[in-house]
């Protein structure tokens, strides 16, 4: 099994400030034929389920700002939000999806400073 | 618009049974492999099992393994989860999830782009 292991397990920020949070995999998750990285990146509101914000590892899915961005190749990845909202106010998840079983992070809970 | 309507949850004794329910509407049902991710509240994402589009190819998280079984119905755009020997650590919100999907003579694994609303197993004596 593929296990991935985000850092830190929260964080807060102040308004309009950066947030980073990194996810490593114990295995490569880039598929050789693509060259893509099958690393998602969730967002978990409280009494809501998992949003998907960003897949391939780098691409936003529709409708997601621009403020969000994922980077990363092989077993190392970070999501950033450039400019922390109050709406971004969550538990955000890893995931890679290469490999059965597709296994999440522990998740990293952002609140604001 | 796409929707996953989870169903079926609810309170069971330990040993019990239960099927759980997903109703799909707002795409193509039968082109999309799909997924049963559950969560403890308050915790962490843990995957449970998945059924490709013709149900042909099974997989489960070795945690339920041999005790719940996942099913599709195509023509009912529903996907299901009998779930077995019920313990007290399966207690959690299901959710299902669709993945992988082909159409069009193309493939598209984009992940878990959409999410069901969540149904509450609750096993308890």
């Known amino acids: 099994d593929i296990v991935m292991t985000q850092s830190p397990d929260s964080l807060a920020v102040s308004l309009g400030e950066r947030a980073t949070i990194n996810c490593k995999s114990s295995?490569?998750?880039?598929?050789?034929?693509?060259?893509?990285?099958?690393l998602a990146w969730y967002q978990q509101k409280p009494g809501h389920p998992p949003k998907l914000i960003i897949y391939?590892?780098?691409t936003r899915e529709s409708g997601v700002p621009d403020r969000f961005s994922g980077s990363g190749s092989g077993t190392d990845f970070t999501l950033t939000i450039s400019s922390l909202q109050a709406e971004d106010v969550a538990v955000y998840y890893c995931?890679?999806?290469?490999?059965?079983?597709?296994?999440f992070g522990q998740g990293t809970k952002v609140e604001i400073k | 618009d796409v929707q996953l309507v989870e169903s079926g949850g609810g309170l069971v004794q330990p040993g019990g049974s239960l099927r759980l329910s997903c109703a799909a509407s707002?795409?193509?049902?039968?082109?999309?492999?799909m997924h049963w991710v559950r969560q403890v509240p308050g915790k962490g994402l843990v995957w449970v099992s998945r059924?490709?589009?013709?149900?042909?190819?099974?997989s489960y998280a070795d945690s339920v393994k041999g005790r719940f079984t996942i099913s599709r119905d195509n023509a009912r755009n529903t996907l299901y989860l009998q779930m077995n020997s019920l313990r007290a650590e399966d207690t959690a919100v299901y959710y299902c999830?669709?993945?992988?999907?082909?159409?069009?003579?193309?493939?598209?694994?984009?992940?878990?782009?959409?999410w069901g609303q969540g149904t509450l197993v609750t096993v308890s004596s």
């Open positions: 391939w590892a780098s």
């Open positions: 295995q490569s998750v880039l598929y050789s034929s693509n060259n893509k990285n099958y």
């Open positions: 999830a669709r993945g992988f999907h082909c159409s069009g003579g193309s493939c598209y694994d984009t992940s878990f782009d959409y």
């Open positions: 059924i490709n589009s013709d149900g042909s190819s099974i």
């Open positions: 995931q890679q999806y290469y490999s059965t079983p597709p296994l």
């Open positions: 707002g795409f193509t049902f039968s082109n999309y492999w």
